[in-house]
């Protein structure tokens, strides 16, 4: 399958979170692909080194940054020094997270506090060291990764599902406070993803489950969802903003 080519991307600067496997390296990859200059953040330093070497033929070849999204304050500085170094940010895709499973009668306020840290603040927080270079510009995306998990209200992820329903939120909200000043803030929401990480949770029968209930009967792949970005990043959706956007083949 050919894809698009995006001039607008090309030499653009793109950071990436958690952009070190599974859907994130999707997008590192397909940025990097565009001509996009890309630095990803991620904690998992052996994926992360295996990933920037795959990539190490392409011009400009992508940047691992190792940082750990928990740690506000080092997020942030991590943000800075890419800034310094690289000049300022084009395009921030907020993907990290983690979807754990749990129940409720699990889950204690340490865990609480936990994921939404892991699913929910640092994207707020990332969003906010890069919107200062983003407005003085008088341009700029920030693309947030929501889930389909709580518009279909699956079990064992109810802390999950809480933090990406407030990234649809807090697109809504962040796009309304940024958009005077040109920057654009958007949310990708994926179906179920077929990368290693969630290959752990699903026997066959459970992949087969997923295919029925999609009205498209292929598996997604971190490349059908990094497409979307790729348009929804680009200059070709100047004035898309606030909304979020389905990658799902139908899932209901």
């Known amino acids: ?20 496997s599974g859907i994130g390296a ?20 052996t994926e992360s080194r295996e990933l920037e ?13 190792p940082c750990d999204l928990m740690d506000v304050a080092g997020l942030q500085s991590c943000l800075s020094q890419l800034v310094a170094d690289h000049g300022p940010v084009d395009v921030l895709i ?6 754990d499973r749990h129940t409720l009668a699990q889950v204690t306020p340490d865990y609480w506090d936990d994921r939404i840290n892991v699913n929910l603040r640092h994207l707020y927080f990332a969003a906010q060291a890069v919107a200062a ?7 700029g995306v920030i693309v947030n990764l929501g889930s389909i998990s709580w518009h279909l209200g699956l079990p064992d992820l109810s802390l999950y599902e809480t933090a990406k329903a407030g990234i649809e939120g807090m697109t809504r ?26 290959m752990q949770w699903y026997t066959p029968e459970g992949e087969a489950e997923i295919v029925a209930a999609q009205c498209l009967k292929d598996r997604l792949q971190p490349a ?17 903003t606030g909304h979020s956007y389905f990658v799902d083949a139908g899932w209901r």
């Open 1 to 20: 399958m050919s894809g698009a080519t995006y001039p607008s991307l090309k030499n653009r600067l793109v950071v990436v979170t958690g952009g070190g």
């Open 26 to 45: 999707g997008f590192t990859e397909a940025f990097a692909r565009q001509g996009a200059r890309v630095v990803f953040l991620d904690i998992a330093e």
């Open 53 to 65: 070497a795959a990539l190490a033929h392409l011009s400009p070849a992508p940047v691992f940054h």
């Open 94 to 99: 907020n993907n990290a997270a983690n979807d």
């Open 133 to 139: 270079g983003m407005r003085a510009r008088g341009r």
């Open 173 to 198: 909200a962040l796009a309304r406070e940024l958009g005077g000043d040109g920057v654009r803030v958007v949310c990708i929401v994926p179906g179920n993803v077929q990368t290693p990480r969630q």
């Open 224 to 240: 059908d969802v990094a497409a979307l970005a790729l348009f929804l990043a680009s200059d070709d959706a100047r004035l898309i």
